[in-house]
Nanobody, 121 residues
């Protein structure tokens, strides 16, 4: 059974940094495509960054140059390094996984429970 568990969220001031982690169990990261999404109250889930199993990376425009997606295959963990955080980055962040590449579309089969990120001005 595939399970994903996010951690690392919190409250920071604008300009600060956070590093989100997503621990995976039940499968090996090398065989899956992974992504980070975010969603706020009343908003649609938005793709933030995706990492294909061949190493291809894509980001939504609003986070380019500020966020970095990566993985540690030995620890079976996905990361999202978030720098220069802005109040508009405040959301619940989710990691997702699938054997099929979904890019930044929210059609992944496996999801974590989310971790809250709050950025104050």
């Amino acid at each position: 059974q595939v399970q994903l568990m996010e951690s690392g969220g919190g409250s920071v001031q604008a300009g600060g940094s956070l590093r989100l982690s997503c621990a995976a169990s039940g499968y090996y990261l090398q065989s899956f495509h992974m992504a980070w999404f975010r969603q706020g109250d009343g908003k649609e889930r938005e793709g933030v960054a995706a990492l294909a199993n061949d190493g291809t990376v894509i980001y939504t425009d609003s986070v380019k140059g500020r966020f970095t997606i990566s993985k540690d295959s030995a620890k079976n963990t996905l990361f999202l390094q978030m720098n220069s955080l802005e109040p508009g980055d405040t959301d619940m962040y989710y990691c997702a996984a699938d054997r099929w590449y979904g890019g930044l579309l929210a059609n992944y089969n496996y999801w974590g429970q989310g971790t809250q990120v709050t950025v104050s001005s």
